[in-house]
């Protein structure tokens, strides 16, 4: 583990990475404060300074201005609340991602994200169509451990976590998924699909916090932000990250129990079939 | 409230409607009671659900027969954390005014649980002995239970992120809650912390008996948090204003926009004071009347449960006369931050189910420069939760520098180690071992004569630990506890 720096300053060869946490006590559910914590500390192990700036509702920063942007998951009630002063922040949130700003979105902020959400009863939520996606109330909440295979460029990777939602979201043609799911519902419990991908946008249902059980993920966001500021290749050292395999494996290992079944509701222990995930096909529908 | 009202328990214990013992309830009971009496001969657990899981499957109505249909009073706690506590506190109070109160084990609070509590205190024809029952109630199993007790007073503690895999999401929870004020008849107490918003927000246009209770002190005893749990106003969802915090986000506060504000107090603790690991003493005004008590369990949120139980003795009306001889006798539950010698050294047991009781009793124990040495546990099982996220949300941060060795164990050992190493724990100082009994041992192991260990630990790592400290001599069984 390297030395870690004092706040502000940073490793002579790169420059501090700026990350915008947007609606960090409105939507804070599940612990995906932990996906900060785990951008903060890759980074500084590796001699790279962070700074961290919580975007409230009512603020309209300059986010292209930022490296990162974070908005995650969140209860219902805050969700509304969310969608409301999200519109404020629409515009230059597209511009940043336009330009590239990498954008990590959970849950909640994958269906802000996205054209709207749809409830059960009473009007929808308008999203800022950054992602091209919709999403609609389900009858059921999916609840379990879940895993994906994600390829980004040249890698492929698992990733795990928990997904907790009740929303089915249903991609357009101007997004790719995020996953295929390995194991759990993703974001519908029936084409296959988890999250979505657009330029350096990663849209995921996975709390967990998904970065920290995922280091290669958390990674490969600092590397893209880092080579977007800096403007050339970088090569992260590596870390010793056997804890976090560690965490990885167990929280597969959960998700592959749960493999085939549509929601953990159902009864775990009498129903262990082991039926295979369904065949992902490419989306073909589009809300524009 | 202004003054007690009439003793409604008193005259309650008018002749009862007799119980119709049908063939089918009898059966239930004997097959209960029998299963009971068995899993307890092979030491197969501590017999806290099974009579009333049998019960039940034999007799799906045997707790409406039991204790509604029999007009068995009964008292409903429900919320996300110091039910077992409050409930302990509550059968003191009412013990020491002589009444016969009876509550369900600790823990065992879902309905084959609480049917476990009414089989066992019912002969085989389910004649019952006089007195009164409290009864904690998961917030998962209130629509299914309440209405099978018919309470004379339901408390709602508080309401927290609970796991949220279980339940949902805290509104789902908050619902519930009302549905059960909407059937509770006028003469029911309905006893709401005060300070939550959220719970205060609860069955606004409910009528009948109402108690609130919360702290009255002129400063703050916590700070505002990001994870704290609710504090927008329930009502408009605008950011709450608060004069003052005491725990999480209950405290003093006001809705900036729609003036949603916190209720008057009825019971309220005036002064606190925190003394070591060992003691709290607080005063509490109950209805005009300043009380001056000492507890012999550490925590702000101690001072809640007590202010809880006074409540219910008011919303009962019962003058609780002998409080402050009865509560200084109450130990702490299972696992709330017990002190357990364990040989030549000390052993600190915590069982932490959620961020709030994990910071709660982060706080509770740590007295600089302990806690240096600490075995932390997290299990995946049905009563604990598969979605361990929250541990994200608990500030190990805290403590991280100070402490020397943390040996890791349960079936989600993995997680809480990598949680640990984001804290600012160096693995170096990490050890995971996920059985019990070697963790246990392992931990011990690093601790120097007279030293402290402190436990920290999920609801069944914590029976796990707790049973192996048992077996060594070093605490009574968990039944006693």
Same mark, same amino acid.
């Given at each position: 583990?390297?030395?870690?720096?004092?706040?502000?300053?940073?490793?002579?060869?790169?420059?501090?990475?700026?990350?915008?946490?947007?609606?960090?006590?409105?939507?804070?559910?599940?612990?995906d404060?932990?996906?900060?914590?785990?951008?903060?500390?890759?980074?500084?192990?590796r001699?790279?300074?962070?700074?961290?700036?919580?975007?409230?509702?009512?603020?309209?920063?300059?986010?292209?201005?930022?490296d990162?942007?974070?908005?995650?998951?969140?209860?219902d009630?805050?969700?509304?609340?969310?969608?409301?002063?999200?519109?404020?922040?629409?515009?230059?949130?597209?511009?940043a991602?336009?330009?590239?700003?990498?954008?990590?979105?959970?849950?909640?902020?994958?269906?802000?994200?996205?054209?709207?959400?749809?409830?059960?009863?009473?009007?929808?939520?308008?999203?800022?169509?950054?992602?091209?996606?919709?999403?609609?109330?389900?009858?059921?909440?999916?609840?379990?451990?879940?895993?994906?295979?994600?390829?980004?460029?040249d890698r492929?990777?698992?990733?795990?976590?928990?997904?907790?939602?009740?929303?089915?979201?249903?991609?357009g043609?101007?997004?790719?998924?995020f996953?295929?799911?390995?194991?759990?519902?993703?974001? /519908?419990?029936?084409?296959?699909?988890?999250?979505?991908?657009?330029?350096?946008?990663?849209?995921?249902?996975?709390?967990?916090?998904?970065?920290?059980?995922?280091?290669?993920?958390?990674d490969?966001?600092?590397?893209?932000?880092?080579?977007?500021?800096?403007?050339?290749?970088?090569?992260l050292?590596?870390l010793?990250?056997?804890?976090?395999?560690?965490a990885?494996?167990?929280?597969?290992?959960?998700?592959?129990?749960?493999?085939?079944?549509?929601?953990?509701?159902?009864?775990?222990?009498?129903?262990?079939?082991?039926?295979?995930?369904?065949?992902?096909?490419?989306?073909?529908?589009?809300?524009? | 409230?202004?003054?007690?009202?009439?003793?409604?328990?008193?005259?309650?214990?008018?002749?009862?409607?007799?119980?119709?013992?049908?063939?089918?309830?009898?059966?239930a009971?004997?097959a209960?009671?029998?299963g009971?009496?068995?899993?307890?001969?092979?030491?197969?657990?501590?017999?806290?659900s099974?009579?009333?899981?049998?019960a039940?499957?034999?007799?799906?109505?045997?707790?409406?027969s039991?204790?509604?249909?029999?007009?068995?009073?009964?008292?409903?706690?429900?919320?996300?954390?110091?039910?077992?506590?409050?409930?302990?506190?509550?059968?003191?109070?009412?013990?020491?005014?002589?009444?016969?109160?009876?509550? /369900?084990?600790?823990?065992? /609070?879902?309905?084959?649980g609480?049917?476990?509590l009414?089989?066992?205190?019912?002969?085989?024809?389910?004649?019952?002995?006089?007195?009164?029952?409290?009864?904690?109630?998961?917030?998962?199993?209130?629509?299914?239970?309440?209405?099978?007790?018919?309470?004379?007073?339901?408390?709602?503690?508080d309401?927290?992120?609970?796991?949220?895999?279980?339940?949902g999401?805290?509104?789902?929870?908050?619902?519930?809650?009302?549905?059960?004020?909407?059937?509770?008849?006028?003469?029911?107490?309905?006893?709401?912390?005060?300070?939550?918003?959220l719970?205060?927000?609860l069955?606004?246009?409910?009528?009948?008996?109402?108690?609130?209770?919360?702290?009255?002190?002129?400063?703050?005893?916590?700070?505002?948090?990001?994870?704290?749990?609710?504090?927008?106003?329930?009502?408009?969802?605008?950011?709450?204003?608060?004069?003052?915090?005491?725990?999480?986000?209950?405290?003093?506060?006001?809705?900036?926009?729609?003036?949603?504000?916190?209720?008057?107090?009825d019971?309220?603790?005036?002064?606190?004071?925190?003394s070591?690991?060992?003691?709290t003493?607080?005063?509490?005004?109950?209805?005009?009347?300043?009380?001056?008590?000492?507890?012999?369990?550490p925590?702000?949120?101690?001072?809640?449960?007590?202010a809880?139980?006074?409540?219910?003795?008011?919303?009962?009306?019962?003058?609780?006369?002998?409080?402050?001889?009865?509560?200084?006798?109450?130990?702490?539950?299972?696992?709330?931050?017990?002190?357990?010698?364990?040989?030549?050294?000390?052993?600190?047991?915590?069982?932490?189910?959620?961020?709030?009781?994990?910071?709660?009793?982060l706080?509770?124990?740590d007295?600089?420069?302990?806690?240096?040495?600490?075995?932390?546990?997290?299990?995946?099982?049905?009563?604990?939760?598969?979605?361990?996220?929250?541990?994200?949300?608990?500030?190990?941060e805290?403590?991280?520098?100070?402490?020397?060795?943390?040996?890791?164990?349960?079936?989600?050992?993995?997680?809480?180690?990598?949680?640990?190493?984001?804290?600012?724990?160096d693995?170096?100082?990490?050890?995971?071992?996920?059985?019990?009994?070697?963790?246990l041992?392992?931990?011990l192991?690093?601790?120097?004569?007279?030293g402290q260990?402190?436990?920290?630990?999920?609801?069944?790592?914590?029976?796990?630990?707790?049973?192996?400290?048992?077996?060594?001599?070093?605490?009574?069984?968990?039944?006693?506890?």
């Amino acid at each position: 583990m390297l030395e870690s720096l004092p706040d502000g300053q940073s490793h002579l060869d790169y420059p501090v990475i700026r990350v915008a946490h947007i609606y960090s006590s409105l939507l804070n559910v599940a612990g995906d404060g932990g996906n900060l914590s785990a951008i903060e500390h890759r980074a500084r192990w590796r001699g790279i300074a962070t700074a961290i700036v919580p975007v409230e509702v009512g603020e309209t920063p300059d986010f292209a201005a930022f490296d990162m942007i974070f908005i995650q998951g969140g209860q219902d009630v805050e969700m509304a609340v969310a969608a409301d002063d999200l519109q404020h922040k629409g515009f230059s949130l597209r511009e940043a991602a336009d330009q590239g700003v990498v954008i990590f979105a959970v849950c909640a902020g994958l269906q802000l994200l996205g054209h709207r959400y749809i409830p059960s009863s009473g009007a929808a939520l308008t999203g800022i169509g950054l992602l091209d996606l919709e999403t609609r109330a389900g009858p059921k909440r999916f609840m379990q451990h879940a895993a994906c295979e994600v390829h980004i460029g040249d890698r492929t990777g698992t990733v795990v976590g928990f997904e907790n939602h009740s929303g089915l979201t249903e991609l357009g043609r101007d997004v790719r998924p995020f996953g295929k799911v390995l194991a759990g519902a993703g974001n /519908n419990g029936v084409d296959g699909t988890e999250g979505a991908i657009r330029d350096n946008v990663y849209a995921t249902y996975l709390h967990g916090p998904v970065l920290p059980k995922n280091p290669w993920l958390a990674d490969h966001l600092i590397q893209i932000a880092l080579e977007r500021k800096v403007g050339r290749p970088v090569d992260l050292p590596r870390l010793d990250d056997a804890v976090e395999t560690s965490a990885h494996v167990a929280a597969l290992n959960s998700a592959e129990r749960n493999r085939g079944r549509r929601t953990a509701l159902e009864p775990a222990l009498l129903l262990r079939t082991r039926r295979p995930a369904p065949e992902w096909t490419p989306p073909s529908s589009s809300f524009r | 409230m202004g003054a007690f009202q009439p003793n409604y328990i008193e005259r309650s214990r008018s002749p009862k409607r007799a119980l119709a013992a049908t063939p089918r309830l009898v059966a239930a009971l004997v097959a209960g009671k029998a299963g009971g009496r068995l899993s307890r001969l092979l030491g197969r657990g501590d017999g806290t659900s099974l009579p009333g899981l049998i019960a039940r499957k034999i007799d799906p109505d045997i707790l409406d027969s039991l204790v509604r249909r029999t007009g068995m009073p009964s008292i409903v706690i429900t919320g996300s954390n110091g039910k077992t506590t409050t409930g302990r506190l509550i059968t003191a109070l009412l013990r020491g005014e002589g009444i016969n109160a009876r509550s /369900n084990a600790a823990g065992a /609070n879902l309905a084959q649980g609480v049917a476990t509590l009414a089989v066992c205190d019912s002969d085989l024809l389910g004649r019952q002995p006089d007195g009164l029952l409290v009864v904690e109630v998961d917030e998962g199993a209130l629509r299914e239970v309440v209405p099978e007790l018919g309470p004379r007073a339901v408390l709602v503690l508080d309401l927290f992120r609970d796991q949220l895999d279980r339940y949902g999401e805290l509104h789902a929870v908050s619902a519930a809650i009302e549905s059960i004020a909407d059937s509770l008849p006028a003469e029911a107490a309905w006893i709401i912390n005060a300070d939550d918003p959220l719970v205060a927000s609860l069955a606004p246009d409910r009528r009948g008996r109402r108690v609130t209770f919360g702290f009255d002190l002129d400063r703050s005893t916590d700070h505002l948090t990001r994870a704290a749990d609710s504090i927008r106003c329930p009502i408009c969802r605008t950011d709450l204003s608060y004069d003052r915090v005491f725990l999480s986000h209950m405290g003093a506060y006001a809705c900036p926009k729609c003036g949603f504000a916190r209720p008057p107090l009825d019971v309220a603790v005036t002064a606190l004071e925190m003394s070591g690991i060992a003691e709290t003493k607080l005063t509490v005004r109950v209805l005009g009347t300043e009380l001056v008590l000492r507890v012999p369990q550490p925590g702000v949120h101690i001072a809640y449960n007590v202010a809880a139980a006074l409540a219910v003795m008011v919303g009962l009306g019962i003058a609780p006369v002998h409080a402050s001889e009865t509560l200084a006798a109450v130990r702490p539950a299972f696992g709330r931050i017990e002190v357990i010698q364990a040989g030549d050294k000390r052993i600190i047991l915590g069982f932490v189910k959620n961020p709030t009781s994990y910071n709660t009793t982060l706080r509770a124990v740590d007295f600089a420069p302990e806690p240096r040495q600490l075995l932390v546990a997290a299990s995946n099982t049905p009563v604990d939760g598969e979605d361990f996220a929250w541990l994200w949300d608990v500030d190990f941060e805290a403590i991280a520098p100070r402490l020397e060795r943390v040996t890791v164990s349960g079936t989600r050992a993995p997680e809480l180690a990598n949680r640990l190493k984001y804290a600012g724990v160096d693995p170096s100082r990490t050890t995971v071992v996920e059985d019990r009994r070697r963790a246990l041992d392992v931990a011990l192991a690093a601790v120097e004569t007279a030293g402290q260990l402190t436990i920290l630990a999920g609801y069944t790592p914590t029976i796990e630990l707790r049973g192996l400290m048992h077996q060594r001599g070093w605490v009574g069984p968990l039944r006693d506890a």
